[in-house]
């Protein structure tokens, strides 16, 4: 089975700082990686995913993350942080055969500080 | 369209009560996911639907629950005799499985909230 880890529960960042959100995934057999958005009482937002290919992956909204098969890490990044980035961040896999059925880590919530 | 439609957003039953949630996918989408995610959580699956045909359970779905999805269009979640624990935001996701490739996204919905009190 797969399963993903995310360190940190909450992340606050001054406004226009760079941030990163860590995530760490184990698994047996390859999958898929992707970083959805949750804003309060919404449902939730697909910011970028891994499938193949180029380890770095850009995303919307400016943000792009890292795939690193030897550390199982794919870790999100912005240059640059907005007011309007303040929301809760989901890592998750996916088994990269069969259906799109999400694993998700507990997530990282991010606070933008005036 | 307008993406994944979920109703009600919003709900608040007294225990022991039966409540049913619906979701409307996608329309070309052949798929259609139901999560569960309690306060400070991320989403946990509950099940799965190929069409009509419900291909996967969670253990997480007790008896209490049952999902159906009759025509394979839109799906109904049932929560039977609820219970505190059972307070939670369930949101449905949908995604198209007849596309060539490898599988790429499942959209999600706003979620129905759900307060047992």
């Known amino acids: 089975a797969q399963s993903v880890t995310q360190l940190d529960s909450q992340v606050p960042v001054f406004e226009e700082a760079p941030v990163e959100l860590r995530c760490n995934y184990s698994?047996?057999?390859?999958?898929?990686l992707f970083w959805y958005v949750q804003y309060p009482n919404q449902g939730l937002q697909l910011l970028l995913k891994?499938?193949?290919?180029?380890?770095l992956v850009k995303g919307i909204n400016g943000f792009e993350a890292e795939f690193n098969k030897s550390q199982t890490s794919f870790h999100l990044r912005k240059p640059s942080v907005h007011i309007s980035d303040t929301a809760e961040y989901f890592c998750?896999?996916?088994?990269?055969?069969?259906?799109?059925?999400?694993?998700f880590g507990t997530g990282t919530r991010l606070t933008i500080i005036p | 369209d307008t993406g994944v439609s979920q109703n009600p957003r919003h709900k608040i039953t007294k225990r022991g009560q039966n409540v049913t949630f619906r979701c409307d996918p996608i329309s070309e989408h052949n798929r259609l996911y139901w999560y569960r995610q309690t306060l400070g959580q991320g989403p946990e699956f509950l099940t799965y639907f190929q069409n009509e045909a419900q291909l996967e359970k969670s253990r997480l779905l007790s008896d209490r629950f049952s999902a159906e999805r009759p025509k394979g269009s839109f799906s109904t979640l049932e929560i039977q005799r609820t219970e505190q624990g059972d307070s939670a935001m369930y949101l449905c996701a949908s995604s198209d499985g007849q596309r060539r490739g490898p599988n790429t996204e499942a959209f999600f919905g706003q979620g129905t909230r759900l307060t047992v009190v």
């Open positions: 698994s047996s057999v390859s999958v898929y």
């Open positions: 891994y499938l193949s290919g180029s380890t």
């Open positions: 998750a896999v996916s088994l990269n055969f069969g259906n799109e059925k999400l694993t």
